[in-house]
């Protein structure tokens, strides 16, 4: 099945480009390994070394690069996905993300909690979206 028609919703309310990136990944995938998780996977991998997930959309990174332990890694790495979120990016842009989202107690959050906290309120805003 072409990229256009398995398109997630969050990629699908996101910039063309993020478009673009996800649905060539995909396709390359498909005809490597099959139809399948292993596509999706393999698209938000590429997709996540130039986007990070805002809420229910993807937008541009300030720098390319993989955006948490696990996407710098090979098939199997150890590590968790941060699910979008840049883990890599300082502080500040974290901070500045919560920010965004209004996210409650951001001032007094370590990094870690901050991505914990993006990740929330992205998934919140996503099912809200649906």
Same mark, same amino acid.
């Given at each position: 099945? +072409? !990229?256009s028609e398995e398109m997630p919703s969050t990629i699908a309310r996101s910039p063309k480009h993020a478009q673009e990136i996800w649905s060539r990944a995909h396709d390359s995938a498909v005809e490597s390994y099959g139809e399948g998780e292993r596509a999706h996977r393999t698209a938000f %991998? !590429?997709?996540k070394h130039?986007?990070?997930?805002? *809420?229910d959309?993807?937008?541009k990174k300030e720098r390319s690069g993989p955006s948490d332990d696990k996407a710098a890694? @090979?098939?199997g790495s150890p590590g968790d996905s941060q699910e979008g979120v840049d883990a890599n990016a300082s502080k500040a842009h974290l901070l500045d993300i919560a920010k965004r989202l209004d996210i +409650? *107690?951001?001032s007094s959050m370590?990094?870690?909690e901050l991505v914990d906290a993006i990740k929330k309120a992205n998934r919140r805003? @996503? %099912?809200t979206s649906r």
């Open positions: 099945m +072409p !990229a %991998a !590429a997709l130039e986007y990070e997930k805002i *809420g959309h993807w937008e890694g @090979t098939v +409650p *107690g951001r370590k990094k870690g805003a @996503t %099912a």
